[in-house]
């Protein structure tokens, strides 16, 4: 019941992942007597979807803290306590993000070795996805915060992006090793005397996400999501810009005729739809995070990521990759 567009484009997507993964089922919370006459309308999707009523539901504007005394049996608590329980493998909301990860942590929990969750998404680069985390989950970090993030980060480029050897990056002001604050500088040293000393790059900038410089691109929660935000106010901008600039004249749309087949190309490429669904990593579930605003296709995307998650068994291998980084850092310290 959560996104600007709920429930339609939720059940529109649901349909949409129904044929691309014929094994998935859906369990939908939120007020049945929406869900149902929608429902009825979309031929084959009935035969996978399981409705749990409820008519309580998370609204934009609730605080977090708030929600989470209150909230018990909103849609979205409601979706998360079945992950909990084991009746469902994820959750996909384009609801309330802070209410979505406050709910999430306080009733999942963190895997062992993780003492921070980290919201995660990726971008379309030169050279193909760049996955970057946190987004938003933490504002203030450390040193082992930011390790796990890599360690993370690096489990799901490998299992889910198909990334053999994922490189890693920390994002900082520059390349230089004088560079950052103690927080940083500590982090990266960290990863030089890891398991993951052969995959780490270094230090890189802004510019380099979009380059595809590295494969994770790791930083804190404050600093992605202006990041994250900037990207997209970009892209809009030069969107609006190539858009004006073929109706600027008659032989520009004449142009454009003759380059709307190398155009379709760039706005599938860079279609957002194409990238929806920010992964909160390192808790004891799969939760996922649509944007608020997609529509039917973009959800579906969120679904695929949660499938792909829970196929890929990403969480238990974070715990291993944290629990061998625990284990190596208390030989070091002995």
Same mark, same amino acid.
């Given at each position: ?8 484009? @939720? ?8 044929? =691309? !993964?014929?094994?998935? =089922? +859906?369990?939908?919370?939120? /007020? ?27 609204? *934009? ?6 929600? @989470? ?7 979205? =608590? ?50 193909? #996805? ?23 980060? #690096? ?45 780490? !790059? ?5 510019? /380099? ?6 494969? @994770? @691109? ?39 005729? +003759? *380059? ?6 760039? =706005? ?55 629990? *061998? ?6 030989? *070091?310290?002995?």
């Amino acid at each position: 019941m959560g996104g600007d567009n709920a429930p339609h484009i @939720v059940l529109a997507g649901a349909n949409i992942a129904r044929l =691309r !993964y014929p094994d998935a =089922r +859906f369990i939908l919370f939120g /007020d049945e007597t929406e869900l149902t006459p929608r429902l009825k309308k979309l031929r084959g999707l009935p035969d996978v979807v399981e409705i749990h009523h409820t008519s309580e539901r998370v609204l *934009a504007d609730d605080k977090p803290s708030q929600i @989470v005394r209150t909230g018990k049996q909103t849609s979205m =608590r409601l979706a998360i306590d079945a992950v909990k329980e084991g009746r469902a493998g994820g959750i996909v909301s384009a609801g309330n993000t802070g209410a979505l990860m406050a709910m999430a942590v306080l009733t999942l929990r963190r895997l062992p070795g993780i003492s921070r969750p980290a919201m995660a998404s990726f971008f379309p680069t030169l050279h193909g #996805e760049t996955l970057m985390l946190d987004l938003g989950a933490n504002v203030s970090y450390d040193a082992d915060n930011l390790v796990q993030f890599a360690i993370m980060g #690096e489990v799901f480029a490998r299992e889910v992006l198909g990334t053999k050897e994922p490189t890693i990056g920390l994002l900082n002001i520059g390349s230089e090793d004088i560079k950052g604050n103690e927080a940083l500088k500590q982090a990266a040293q960290m990863l030089r005397d890891s398991d993951l000393a052969d995959r780490f !790059y270094g230090f890189v900038e802004g510019n /380099d996400i979009p380059s595809g410089t590295v494969d @994770v @691109v790791v930083t804190d929660g404050f600093t992605g999501n202006v990041a994250l935000k900037t990207a997209e106010g970009t892209a809009k901008l030069i969107g609006g810009f190539v858009r004006e600039a073929f109706k600027s004249s008659v032989l520009a749309q004449v142009g454009y005729l +003759f *380059a709307k087949r190398a155009l379709d190309k760039l =706005r599938v490429r860079t279609d957002p739809r194409r990238y929806n669904g920010a992964m909160l990593l390192g808790l004891n579930g799969v939760c996922v995070k649509s944007h608020g605003a997609t529509d039917a296709v973009g959800f579906a995307t969120a679904i695929g990521v949660a499938v792909d998650m829970v196929k890929k068994a990403v969480n238990n291998s974070i715990a291993e990759r944290a629990a *061998a980084a625990q284990i190596k850092n208390s030989l *070091a310290a002995s």
